[in-house]
């Protein structure tokens, strides 16, 4: 069955700095990935879809893809307090199947 | 507006009681899904419809039943509800399989 990791468990910025975040994912034919945002006691949103190697930017979100190395991450650009929530990786095998990593908890200070 | 939308948000059951959680969706999804979420263990998947009446089991249905009559609705039923099933449940929807999913506010349900 899919794993799909995430990387860190938590992370601290500052507003303005970058915010980095990462995700693995074990099934090597999976072949469709989201991020989603989930602010404190809320239903998830989608930030970004990428479904080939590369990038895939989406306002101030960028997710990057290599296949290869089976890494998907998600940078924010400039981001502000108002970021702060847990970001879910979303990974599709190739049977449409739809496993989530367990999230990383983003903190954006002032 | 595409919305997903459930029923209540906050409920406290007592164990052995009966539960009904609610979800509905405006834009014509045919798939639909219901996870919980819990600490440490993130989203598990209970059950997905493919569309009315179309159901499968998910990862976790052990304890679950759904309903699905109407495509814009998806019931989630805890028949005897225990303990174990305290947790943050979330519906969704998406156009077709493994595309974009549409999540609701989630339920949050206590069972005493």
Known sequence: QQKVQQSPESLTVSEGAMA???????DGTSNNFRWYRQHSAKGLEVL??????????EGRFTAH?????????????EPQPSDSAVYLCAVRNSNNRIFFGDGTQLVVKP | DMKVTQMPRYLIKRMGENVLLE????MSHETMYWYRQDPGLGLQLIYISY??????????????????????HFSLILDSAKTNQTSVYFCASSPGQGNTLYFGAGTRLSVL
Do not use: M, W
């Open chain 1, 65 to 77: 893809l290599n296949r290869a190395n089976l890494h998907v991450s998600l940078h924010i650009r």
């Open chain 2, 23 to 26: 979800c509905g969706q405006d």
């Open chain 1, 20 to 26: 980095s975040l990462n995700c693995t994912f074990s």
């Open chain 2, 51 to 72: 569309d009315v009446d179309s159901n499968s089991e998910g990862d976790i249905p052990k304890g679950y039943r759904v309903s699905r009559k109407k495509r814009e």
């Open chain 1, 48 to 57: 970004v879809s990428i479904f080939s190697d590369g990038e895939k930017e």
